[in-house]
């Protein structure tokens, strides 16, 4: 069974940093494109960052350059998005996304939520 499960959401403080991790089964992992995309209430969701299946390449969301950094370990079929000088607008619901030849999975999210 196909499963991508994030895990590392909560609650933070404005500068603060978190590390959300995806974890994969069911599928081979090492020959996916990873994606996290993030949805905020009452908004469309959004790009943050995409890593490449061998972990080469990376692409960022302007908002998040700099701040955030896409990460995998194939050898734990784990995807990684490391956060930090978080904001308010950061406050998401964070989902990670595989992308191959012959799947696109998509996992439940975890709430990252950015407040004093």
């Given at each position: ?62 908002s ?24 308010p ?23 990252v939520?950015?407040?004093?």
């Open positions: 069974q196909v499963q991508l499960v994030e895990s590392g959401g909560g609650l933070v403080q404005p500068g603060g940093r978190l590390r959300l991790s995806c974890a994969a089964s069911g599928f081979t992992f090492s020959m996916y494109a990873m994606s996290w995309y993030r949805q905020a209430p009452g908004k469309e969701r959004e790009l943050v960052a995409t890593i490449t299946s061998a972990g080469i390449a990376t692409n960022y969301a302007d998040v350059k700099g701040r955030f950094t896409i990460s995998r370990d194939n050898t734990k079929n784990t995807g990684y998005l490391q956060m930090a000088s978080l904001k607008e950061d406050t998401a619901v964070y989902y990670c996304n595989a992308v191959g030849f012959v799947g696109n999975y998509w996992g439940k999210g975890t709430l939520t950015v407040s004093s």
